[in-house]
């Protein structure tokens, strides 16, 4: 496995390399992990997920990983119900958010490209 860079209770974070894994201990990895781009984002879904918090976002992704990585059944369930508002569907929320990465490459190789000239 890669190295384990954080640790909050049965929380972890590993560095991958196109971001980050957080893993719960407590399930099967399998069922119990998300892959994330930032490392502040990672904490943020632990501190989340340790709290019971369902934040405030339209994200079906962010939402999708604290479920992932949730043991508590009821946190879950909200969860799933804060998501469903916001659901296009599964392809459609896979597309945005693909497309949501797309353009933030896209602006940091402008901006990188800017620099460079």
């Known amino acids: 496995m890669h190295n384990?860079?954080?640790?909050?209770?049965?929380?972890?974070?590993f560095k991958v390399r196109n971001g980050y894994v957080v893993?719960?201990?407590?399930?099967k990895f399998e069922n119990g992990h998300t892959h994330v781009?930032?490392?502040n984002l990672a904490k943020k879904?632990?501190?989340?997920?340790k709290n019971n918090e369902v934040p405030?976002?339209?994200?079906?992704?962010?939402?999708?990983?604290?479920n992932r990585i949730s043991s508590n059944y009821k946190y879950k369930e909200r969860l799933k119900n804060e998501k469903e508002k916001y659901s296009k569907s599964?392809?459609?929320?896979?597309n945005d958010?693909?497309?949501?990465?797309?353009e933030l490459r896209d602006n940091k190789r402008e901006k990188r490209d800017r620099q460079f000239k």
């Open 56 to 66: 405030e976002t339209k994200n079906t992704y962010i939402l999708e990983s604290l």
């Open 90 to 94: 599964s392809y459609s929320s896979i």
């Open 23 to 27: 893993q719960n201990t407590k399930k």
């Open 4 to 13: 384990k860079i954080y640790r909050s209770r049965e929380y972890i974070i």
């Open 97 to 102: 958010n693909v497309d949501m990465w797309n």
């Open 37 to 39: 781009k930032n490392y």
């Open 45 to 49: 879904l632990i501190k989340w997920s």
